[in-house]
């Protein structure tokens, strides 16, 4: 039971980039998926969350306009488009699989990170 993010990368401000989450051994259909993020010396935050059953979705304020989560079920895998990259998105983003939350203690199954640097 894996999860793989990958797609991070060193971005200049106003920057695209697209993060993608693979499944490997487990089906993420039976899971709510989120993606979180964790700055140099700051906790783990919340960034999006998308439902296991009808693709409601929610993200933070922060990145609400700039960030979409989605998900395609036929490759098992979760990506989140960001958009207007801001230096302040830097962080290791990492995705897990759970229930509908922005909370890390509802999410069992985490990926091992991926880094995002954005150069003002």
């Known amino acids: 039971v894996q999860l793989q993010a990958s797609g991070g990368g060193l971005m200049q401000t106003g920057g695209s980039l697209r993060l993608s989450c693979a499944g490997s051994?487990?089906?993420?259909?039976?899971?709510?998926m989120g993606w979180f993020r964790q700055a140099p010396g700051k906790e783990r935050e919340g960034v999006s969350c998308i439902s296991r059953s009808d693709d409601t979705t929610y993200h933070a304020e922060s990145v609400e306009g700039r960030f979409t989560i989605s998900r395609d079920n036929a490759k098992n895998t979760m990506y989140l488009q960001m958009n207007s990259l801001k230096p302040e998105d830097t962080a290791i983003y990492y995705c897990?699989?759970?229930?509908?939350?922005?909370?890390?203690?509802?999410?069992?199954?985490w990926g091992q990170g991926t880094q995002v640097t954005v150069s003002s």
């Open positions: 051994g487990f089906d993420l259909r039976g899971y709510a």
């Open positions: 897990a699989a759970g229930v509908f939350s922005v909370y890390t203690t509802d999410f069992g199954s």
